[in-house]
DNA sequence: TTGTACGCGTTATCAT
DNA sequence: ATGATAACGCGTACAA
């Protein structure tokens, strides 16, 4: 390239990295080739003697979800100050798509990798498919959000997803209800686990019923809000309240009951959870529980990047949820 | 690695590749210690003599818009079908981020490039800045999506947003309004030109009246729509229908009008664009403009696919939009 | 069918 | 200060 051009071979390589003193009258000659060609150097090449791409991992469950994009928003931010780049691999939360990219992000030598989603949890999560993020593991550092690998040790940043239903469940209660339903989620699902345990056991500290027929799982999206809360509101007896698993189920909820010309807060009183964009832009605007999406992306990128340095990190970071009082449950005065 | 420990050296690429025939013995011996290494091939490495690296990247501006991510869906699924990855740039909206990130694909050796944002719908943009994509082009396909750059040639693919906004007006129109108002955007911005060029003739050759004190122009955020709506809340005379330059200010607009006690669209319609996931969850659900965003991104990676292989493709693809009327500006009865 | 040797574009280690 | 040269891990003619 601007080897032939000029005179020298590696010297370009210490101009461009100045990893050794050049005399100023070649490292101008040789500039202004760079210039004229635009010159780019092939990172590929430098990677493979370097080991380092400065590429970091991200596999999320669902672009379609704008909590996922608000923590690799967080962590996109971080990444860039650090000097690394995210691969974002979206995997439709498909274990078949999430170990594909996994096998290509470990073949594109990324220095570490984040994992949202999928199979980190899942209640039942078959041994080889765990065994497989172990593996990587051993080569290449990774941090969970919101998840775990069951039996094995890794660093993890989390949500306190159990105090954010606690608070939830309280914040109804302080109101006044007594009749509180839970709507969405799946049993497949640790999230949904911790957060209906949390449920359960605020209600029975409170000596309120927990009741079967109002608790209606199913999955995370608006259908579903939708759909459940339809059935909810054809019971004869119906809570006063209802606790969703995330702000998705919670926008559905709250179709089905203004569709039905039920009033929302009035006579039915909903929250979300994540605290997507979306609930401040709802109408009734969502009450819901705030997982601090951009810390969670932005402290997972920072313990992963001081494990890709070999340093020490925290096993286990939990975040403090926040709750966040809006119309669906609470009408200004 | 498993050359030492076997007896070859490059029938493992053989074996890997397929490219040439091996026996069959060999070929399980070979397997055996893979599958026991649990040997990964160095993609940088392999990508360094093929020249090819089935990188594909994509700069869009914002990841906290959902249009963006539908388009990018589309993309991606299309991309995996034909052996490539997407990676995923959000720009910010920041052009020094997008030259940053430009220079770092180029260098990355993506196969191709698509670009959705910024510069390539600037009103002004700098010449050093389309130039930059242009000597970019002389190397690695680029695709544009709803923009251009201005003076040279390149592929694009782009919905009709003229005839988008066409839609909405005559649908106002077809609804009884003659007193019509526009929101959002920016008029650094060539969609927002083009909408508003459309408003403009639409109007016109309706003999409706154009006034400028029903155009509130700003950004594409939900805040403006609020604020904007705000304004015109609070004129003596203002309009029955307002379109807004997307699904974001609509929703804003809505918000602000349903605060002040207006109803929508009793007292007044409101129209999106974009058909973004939220516009069907909010309520009411809001009428507005499809630009099929998963066909967007599906297209523009086909496109971008015959361009690698060297094949000619089309240099304009026009999507038609679809009006998608909701509640926003016509209850069912 | 399989092994040898060179090249891909860099960086790093020696010399000079 | 700068020029050779050996890696890095893989594909691929070419030879065997």
Redesign the pocket.
Known sequence: ?AREAN????????V??G?????A???QKIMAIIEKHK????A???S????RTGMIGVLFPDSSNMFFSEVFGGAERAALKLGYTLFLCNTFSDPHKESEYLHLLCERQVDGLIFMGGRINARQCQDALVQEVIDIQKKTPIVLINGTLPGHPCHRVKTDEFMGTQLLVRHFIELGHERIGFLGGSLATTTTLEKLQAFKETLHANQLPYRQDWIRLGDFSIACGYQRMEQILAMQSRPTAVVCINDYVAIGAIKAALTRGVRVPEELAIAGFDDTQLSSAMNPELTTVSQNSDELGRTALAILSRLIQKEKAQQLTVLAPRLIVRQSTQRES
Not at 7 to 14: G, Q
Not at 39 to 42: E, K
Not at 48 to 51: E, Q
Request: no cysteine; net charge positive.
């Open positions: 390239m005179v020298s071979v590696a010297t370009v390589s210490r461009l990295n990893t050794a003193p050049v005399r009258s070649t490292r010159f780019q150097p092939n590929l090449a430098r493979l003697v370097n080991k």
